[in-house]
Nanobody, 124 residues
């Protein structure tokens, strides 16, 4: 079992950047595919992006392509979500998720482990 803790959220203006971090409790994070999801008030949890366990493959939802970048540092048991050119529609609680697989998925139900979330609010 792995515990995940997100950080880095906050209130920012449109056009600026934030970097979210997700720290895992286990040193074996390298065995897990990782993803970021987000959930805005009144909406379903939405896939943002994912990274395979060997960092060989990343995947993003269309609305963040070219603006968001996922990376991981397995030595630090940490996954990052660099968010640039933020928009008001990016406002949501952001969650990281982990699954003990090679490839990463886009569906929340495919992930067994979740963090508590970090709030990102983008003002116009």
């Amino acid at each position: 079992q792995v515990q995940l803790v997100e950080s880095g959220g906050g209130l920012v203006q449109a056009g600026t950047s934030l970097r979210l971090s997700c720290v895992a409790s286990r040193r074996a994070l390298s065995l897990y595919a990782m993803a970021w999801f987000r959930q805005a008030p009144g909406k379903e949890r939405e896939f943002v992006g994912s990274i395979s366990r060997n960092s060989g493959q990343t995947n993003y939802t269309d609305s963040v392509k070219g603006r968001f970048t996922i990376s991981r540092d397995n030595a630090k048991n940490t996954v990052y979500l660099q968010m640039n050119t933020l928009r008001p529609e990016d406002t949501a609680v952001y969650y990281c998720a982990a699954q003990l697989t090679i490839a990463a998925f886009t569906i929340p139900n495919e992930y067994a482990y979740w963090g508590q979330g970090t709030q990102v609010t983008v003002s116009s």
